[in-house]
């Protein structure tokens, strides 16, 4: 078995945070994580496999944010590359030029996915050898801009809500994310893990967002299952804002097929210049895309949608946590504003997006918010 993993940090009190919460709120978001939290199996008939455990915190070899190879050894990541590097199975670690972590495919037997470093963005699961991710043929890829397709992580805020100060859709997809733990002992489910704090952040963004925190995102492939989980630490000794989302972009195969189910009896704000910020209330069992298209579907009960997007088998998204749900599609005129787009890409994309939006969370010192969506090839 190979396991590569970063050491456990802290103390952090795993409590969780919310916005507006009532005790219904917690205890809901509590049994959600607790449902969902996968603890990675610790082989105990091999101990030095996998270093995370108390055992070993507090030894000689802890390295601060210090990644625990399979060799039983904690290194730092560039150590960690050389020494984990074609040891895992189904993991490849692709380099820019200048030899740098770029890109990082993992190989399941039924599925595969890519995530770039830059933003933690993933733009590419096959399953079954078909794409259903989509990736614009114009997206920048070079890390001087926010990637154009994929599943982009929006933290802390949402558009410009937070500040038109920070960027628009927040830092996060336009980070370099450290790498954290690496699980590919079995064949047909992997799981990687990418760490964001304010270490790793552009210090003019902190002068703006003066916070302390650590986001934890984890990608899980199952079978034809894929798992994003997104876990966000005040780090700090004070309060802070935020909100986040999933900004996940689907491969449209045919657009005049394309549409979502779930959203029935749903409020949403249509967002589109159409639209006029208007609030709505959703009458269709299923919402076609056939013009500009951006809901923010508000509180949604309701974990269980499916996106068609003309592929023969639909994708069932499982939502935990979050509660707004964004339906986004640019149509014509809005693509040919977006240089990376271009009015040829629009028919070939579909965004259904999980997180929070419509409203700022408040997370307390010391606390956790964690969220997610596991989408599935049916
Ligand atoms: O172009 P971006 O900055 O990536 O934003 C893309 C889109 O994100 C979300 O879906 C919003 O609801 C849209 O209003 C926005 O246009």
């Given at each position: 078995k190979?396991?590569?993993?970063?050491?456990p940090n802290d103390?952090?009190?795993?409590?969780?945070g919310g916005d507006?919460v009532?005790n219904?709120?917690i205890?809901?978001?509590?049994i959600?994580?607790?449902?969902f939290?996968?603890p990675?199996?610790?082989?105990?008939d091999?101990?030095?496999d996998?270093?995370e455990?108390?055992?070993n915190s507090?030894?000689?070899?802890?390295?601060?944010?210090g990644?625990?190879?399979?060799?039983?050894?904690?290194k730092?990541?560039d150590?960690?590359?050389t020494?984990?590097?074609?040891?895992l199975?189904?993991?490849?670690?692709?380099k820019d030029?200048e030899?740098?972590l770029?890109?990082i495919k993992?190989?399941?037997s039924?599925?595969?996915?890519?995530?770039?470093?830059?933003?933690?963005t993933l733009?590419?699961?096959i399953?079954?050898?078909e794409?259903?991710?989509f990736?614009?043929?114009?997206a920048?890829?070079?890390?001087t801009?926010p990637?154009r397709?994929g599943i982009p992580?929006?933290?802390?805020q949402?558009k410009?809500?937070?500040?038109?100060d920070?960027?628009?859709h927040g830092?996060?997809?336009?980070?370099?994310w450290r790498?954290?733990?690496i699980?590919?002992?079995?064949e047909?489910r992997k799981?990687?893990?990418?760490?964001l704090?304010n270490?790793e952040?552009n210090?003019?963004?902190?002068?703006?967002?003066p916070?302390?925190?650590?986001?934890?995102y984890t990608?899980?492939?199952d079978?034809?299952?894929?798992k994003?989980?997104?876990k966000i630490?005040?780090t700090g000794d004070?309060k802070?804002l935020?909100?986040t989302?999933?900004h996940?972009y689907?491969?449209?195969?045919d657009?005049?097929?394309?549409?979502?189910?779930g959203?029935?009896g749903?409020t949403?704000i249509d967002t589109?210049?159409?639209g006029?910020?208007e609030?709505?209330?959703?009458?269709?069992?299923?919402v076609?895309?056939?013009?500009?298209?951006?809901?923010?579907?508000?509180d949604v009960?309701?974990n269980?949608?499916?996106?068609?997007?003309g592929?023969?088998?639909?994708?069932n998204?499982?939502k935990?946590?979050?509660?707004d749900v964004?339906?986004?599609?640019?149509w014509?005129a809005k693509?040919r504003t977006?240089e990376?787009l271009?009015?040829?890409?629009y028919?070939?994309m579909?965004?259904?997006?999980?997180?929070?939006?419509?409203?700022?969370?408040?997370?307390?010192?010391?606390s956790v918010?964690?969220?997610?969506q596991t989408?599935?090839?049916?």
């Amino acid at each position: 078995k190979k396991v590569c993993h970063v050491k456990p940090n802290d103390n952090t009190d795993i409590s969780v945070g919310g916005d507006n919460v009532n005790n219904d709120n917690i205890i809901s978001k509590v049994i959600d994580s607790q449902y969902f939290e996968e603890p990675t199996e610790v082989p105990t008939d091999e101990p030095t496999d996998l270093l995370e455990n108390e055992e070993n915190s507090g030894s000689e070899n802890d390295v601060d944010d210090g990644i625990c190879c399979a060799d039983g050894t904690c290194k730092d990541l560039d150590d960690y590359l050389t020494q984990c590097e074609n040891k895992l199975n189904g993991v490849e670690f692709i380099k820019d030029s200048e030899d740098n972590l770029k890109i990082i495919k993992i190989t399941t037997s039924t599925a595969s996915v890519e995530i770039y470093r830059f933003g933690a963005t993933l733009t590419s699961w096959i399953v079954d050898g078909e794409e259903r991710i989509f990736l614009s043929k114009k997206a920048v890829l070079d890390g001087t801009g926010p990637i154009r397709g994929g599943i982009p992580l929006v933290f802390p805020q949402f558009k410009a809500d937070l500040t038109e100060d920070l960027p628009f859709h927040g830092f996060a997809r336009i980070s370099n994310w450290r790498l954290g733990a690496i699980d590919a002992t079995s064949e047909d489910r992997k799981e990687i893990s990418f760490i964001l704090t304010n270490d790793e952040v552009n210090e003019e963004y902190l002068k703006i967002w003066p916070h302390q925190f650590e986001l934890v995102y984890t990608v899980t492939l199952d079978g034809k299952s894929l798992k994003t989980n997104m876990k966000i630490t005040n780090t700090g000794d004070d309060k802070f804002l935020f909100n986040t989302l999933l900004h996940t972009y689907y491969n449209v195969k045919d657009l005049t097929k394309a549409g979502v189910y779930g959203l029935l009896g749903n409020t949403y704000i249509d967002t589109t210049p159409e639209g006029n910020y208007e609030r709505k209330v959703e009458d269709r069992e299923r919402v076609p895309i056939v013009k500009e298209t951006d809901y923010i579907y508000v509180d949604v009960n309701q974990n269980l949608f499916k996106a068609q997007t003309g592929f023969e088998n639909d994708i069932n998204i499982e939502k935990y946590t979050f509660q707004d749900v964004i339906i986004y599609n640019p149509w014509i005129a809005k693509s040919r504003t977006l240089e990376d787009l271009g009015e040829e890409g629009y028919p070939h994309m579909l965004c259904v997006e999980v997180g929070r939006v419509s409203q700022p969370i408040e997370l307390e010192a010391g606390s956790v918010y964690e969220g997610g969506q596991t989408i599935t090839v049916e």
